[in-house]
């Protein structure tokens, strides 16, 4: 199952950005789906994760300003990041999880202008 993530671009700080993550097959293929961000000169960190039963977890730097959902109809699933920091700038990866491999999207970049 290929993954292809959305919805990146410039926005304000303290804007909103809902980013997406479609898959050419049934999202439910995964067991754990999430995103992670990559900064320029860091290392790519988690930043959120979602199971098939619905558990999530956050990174402290965005618990209360971002949400992960899946969207069953559409067989997405997104970020919802709210309240946006310059400190939130980064390329964005959703990623799939199965029992024997992962599956990454190309990446989609968002930027916070302070």
């Known amino acids: 199952v290929q993954l292809q993530a959305s919805g990146g671009g410039l926005v304000q700080s303290g804007r909103s950005v809902r980013l997406s993550c479609a898959a050419s097959?049934?999202?439910?293929?995964?067991?754990?789906m999430g995103w992670y961000r990559q900064a320029p000169g860091k290392q790519r960190e988690l930043v959120a994760v979602?199971?098939?039963?619905?558990?999530?977890n956050y990174a402290d730097s965005v618990k209360g300003r971002f949400t992960i959902f899946t969207d069953n109809a559409k067989n997405t699933m997104g970020l919802q990041m709210n309240s946006l920091k310059p400190e939130d700038t980064a390329v964005y990866y959703c990623?799939?999880?199965?029992?024997?491999?992962?599956?990454w999207g190309q990446g989609t970049q968002v930027t916070v202008s302070s």
């Open positions: 979602i199971s098939k039963g619905g558990a999530t």
């Open positions: 097959g049934s999202i439910f293929s995964f067991n754990v």
């Open positions: 990623v799939g999880h199965d029992t024997s491999s992962s599956s």
